[in-house]
């Protein structure tokens, strides 16, 4: 494959700098220590999030909903409670001073100072991103084989935001996607409008120009200006200004060990060091020795593969996935620690592997 030399950012206009990064994120680290909670800083946002979600809430459905004991949530409220975030009128709640420091510091709702987020989005929200997602794919530049490239259906990409929303991967969050012929972007961004919440930084790598210019008209056009779109061959390393800074990364590889193993891998690199960061993967079925390895290729970069849904993508005519993928959402245990580094050399798409027999051999 020959890539057009040209600089390596683009066309970013400067109300677009990829590195103006929200961190909001010294309180919850200090109340994860205090409260000794394994989830770290992600464990007390899960909770103020709920909380926020829910305005008052008793602490058994707090636990619940986040999946932790009630203890250990309870340790999590006594520290929220001295630092005045939270108070105890009719089940737990965020104070003023809370409510305003999980709005401007964590990026909730911030947009809209005193509304809360509608979860889920409302069948009208959904049916106008549908339509806008589905006029803008269609002028889409034609799918290049010899990147693996398969577009996911507008519906999908849809799915995809919607998930991310649910699980908090959005507001306020700084996230990496890596390739985006889908246009998850301009769906996660035309979402967060409709939804008026504020994302963080959402940075696009992409390699295929004809797609960089293509995000970078639609991005500029239905003004979802927290959209940076990058240029940038993914068997190169990550650009020094995104290693450690991203809450989330999301992608759909080549669909070949190799290609899952190197772009899981650019994405360990952008999160930050530490645990409750989010990957969502959509990968295809594989056989079971397969389907081992590359579980266990995301099992030793530090993730912990939480849930697995299946047949969760669908994509237009992709005859090799059967049509659909699963999506694989990840968390970080701590520090991720990417199985390649460096410059890649390696076999990648299909058919190379293919032709070199190396999914088979490969090492991931
Ligand atoms: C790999 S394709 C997804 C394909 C789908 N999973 C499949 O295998 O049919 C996803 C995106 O990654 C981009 N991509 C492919 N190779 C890349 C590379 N070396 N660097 C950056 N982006 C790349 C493609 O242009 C596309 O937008």
Known sequence: MKLK?????IRIPKRRKPTAFIDGSALLREVATHARLAEGAEGVRRILRTVFVSRQIPIRNIAQQVGLPVPVVAAVRGELEKRGILTRKGGVSL???GLSVVQSELGFSCRKRFARPSAPPTPAVLDDVRERLAEIAADRPKVNVKLDQSHATPETVLKRAVYLYEHDALEGRNALILGDD???SVAVGLLAQHLEIA???VVVL???WRLIEFLNAVTQREGLSDIAVMARDLREDLPATLCGQMDVFVTDPPYTLPGLALFVSRGAAALAPEVGKQGFVSFGRRPPAETAQAMASLIQMGFAPVEIVPKFNEYVGAQVLGGVSQMIHLISTGKPQPLVTGTYRGALYTADCKRRR???RAPY
Do not use: H, M, N, V
């Open 5 to 9: 030399r040209r600089p390596a950012i």
């Open 95 to 97: 104070s003023d001073e």
């Open 182 to 184: 889908d246009l998850t």
């Open 199 to 201: 994302l963080g930084q």
């Open 206 to 208: 992409e390699c295929d």
């Open 358 to 360: 190396q999914s088979d």
